[in-house]
């Protein structure tokens, strides 16, 4: 079946740690997304990724960073820059400009310990 | 910038009842709105996708319409079941742009 895979579904990091989110998908979308979401608050963009070798910053882009050297694969590391980074972070993908809508993995939740 | 605002923020319903969740937005200028499911610690479930140039959208007991002249979309779900409580979320693809806009989402709850 086509879909989003994130992984780990759980993740915790240390303060100063560096920590890598996986999001792979075999929809042969060209675009991917990360998306931040804490309660109470929506969805906020982190990244996104039109074609391979190339991303965008999002609204909330700092202390975060991103590779597109695959088009099914879009990591994001949540690094020692990020001061609040306990939050829960979907992936999305759409072909381009979201014309058939967008396409939601299952989650990582990330907890600072 | 787009702003998306859902109301009402929770929900409480018996089961069996017709319900309408409501989704409003600033800028008309749309690509197209994306109806989604959440359930608790789990991802996004895509429900139904309004192109702008479409009134609505049908999906078994799930209906939903656009209004784009008006900012609205409303979430209209039949014969309501336990198994439909869950956070629905409002999200708006804007003209020429790859951003889907959020609002806070609504919490249903159905009640056997």
């Known amino acids: 079946d086509g879909g989003i895979t994130q992984s780990p579904k759980y993740l915790f990091r240390k303060e100063g740690q560096n920590v890598t989110l996986s999001c792979e998908q075999n929809?042969?979308?060209?675009?991917m997304y990360w998306y931040r979401q804490d309660p109470g608050q929506g969805l906020r963009l982190i990244y996104y990724?039109?074609?391979?070798?190339?991303?965008q910053k999002g609204d909330i882009a700092e202390g975060y960073s991103v590779s597109r050297e695959k088009k099914e694969s879009f990591p994001l590391t949540v690094t020692s820059a990020q001061k609040n980074p306990t939050a829960f972070y979907l992936c999305?993908?759409?072909?381009?400009?979201?014309?058939?809508?967008?396409?939601f993995g299952s989650g990582t939740r990330l907890t600072v310990v | 910038k787009q702003e998306v605002t859902q109301i009402p923020a929770a929900l409480s319903v018996p089961e069996g009842e017709n319900l309408v969740l409501n989704c409003s937005f600033t800028?008309?200028?749309?690509?197209?709105l994306q109806w989604f499911r959440q359930d608790p610690g789990k991802g996004l479930t895509s429900l139904l996708l309004?192109?702008?140039?479409?009134r609505e959208q049908t999906s078994g007991r799930l209906n939903a319409s656009l209004d784009k002249s008006s900012g609205r979309s409303t979430l209209y779900i039949a014969a309501s079941q336990p198994g439909d409580s869950a956070t629905y979320l409002c999200?708006?693809?804007?003209?020429?742009?790859?951003?889907?806009?959020f609002g806070k989402g609504t919490k249903l709850s159905v009640i056997p």
């Open positions: 999200a708006v693809g804007g003209a020429g742009s790859y951003q889907l806009t």
């Open positions: 800028d008309s200028a749309i690509y197209n």
């Open positions: 929809l042969n979308h060209d675009a």
């Open positions: 999305a993908s759409s072909i381009t400009q979201g014309l058939y809508g967008y396409t």
């Open positions: 309004i192109q702008s140039s479409q």
């Open positions: 990724s039109q074609i391979v070798n190339d991303f």
